[in-house]
């Protein structure tokens, strides 16, 4: 049944994927808010997944579904992509790509209040775990007006920025935020900016 409904969504996207692109160009197209909620209904038939589409920043078409970081789901959105048509011209992410970014973004506190992190200054440590995973400890000096929880979130959103969804599931088993990291551990960490060069050069 899966298999069926991964092939006829695909099957429904090429027959609609020009009214798509034009619905997407032309913002006042009458069909545009029509042809949106037929995709997003098409993707959520296959699961809760959040999805993106459109032109890139080189304006490439793109389609991204991404599992919110679940990674039973993201097995399904690496599923799906694995069927994505090869005749279009699109690129297709079975979740949130890496950003090439200036590591400043925003979040929302316990108050709802919104909290601008700059993450351009922070280092981090990689532990390899037995299981091949890593766990990152995260310094973020300027970040100790935050409370626990919203830090964490911080630190989760910079992970999947900076590493992409899929790798952040697939090879970190956990994030740990501190203020400092001190003693020896001083000498190994890294600038969060060398962080995914890192991890390529170990796997």
């Not at 599923?79 to 090439?100: C, N, R, S, T, V």
């Not at 890294?190 to 995914?196: A, Q």
């Amino acid at each position: 049944m899966e298999e069926d409904k991964i092939i006829g969504f695909w099957q429904w996207f090429v027959k609609n994927v020009s009214v798509i692109q034009s619905c997407i160009v032309n913002e006042d197209s009458r069909q545009r808010e029509k042809v949106v909620e037929q995709l997003n209904d098409q993707i959520l038939c296959l699961g809760v997944f959040s999805w993106d589409l459109g032109l890139d920043e080189e304006d490439n078409w793109f389609l991204l579904i991404s599992p919110n970081g679940n990674s039973e789901m993201h097995a399904l959105s690496r599923a799906i992509m694995e069927q994505a048509p090869e005749h279009l011209d699109w690129l297709f992410y079975a979740g949130k790509p890496a950003k090439d970014w200036n590591r400043q973004f925003t979040v929302y506190d316990d108050f709802m209040e919104e909290q601008l992190i700059d993450a351009s200054a922070w280092c981090c440590l990689v532990y390899l775990e037995d299981d091949g995973s890593v766990e990152l400890v995260i310094e973020a000096r300027n970040m100790a007006h935050l409370d626990a929880e919203t830090l964490e979130t911080a630190a989760e959103q910079f992970v999947v920025r900076e590493l992409g969804e899929e790798l952040r599931i697939v090879l970190v088993s956990s994030i740990v935020v501190v203020e400092k990291i001190d003693g020896e551990d001083e000498i190994d960490k890294i600038f969060v900016g060398d962080l995914r060069g890192y991890l390529d050069a170990i796997f």
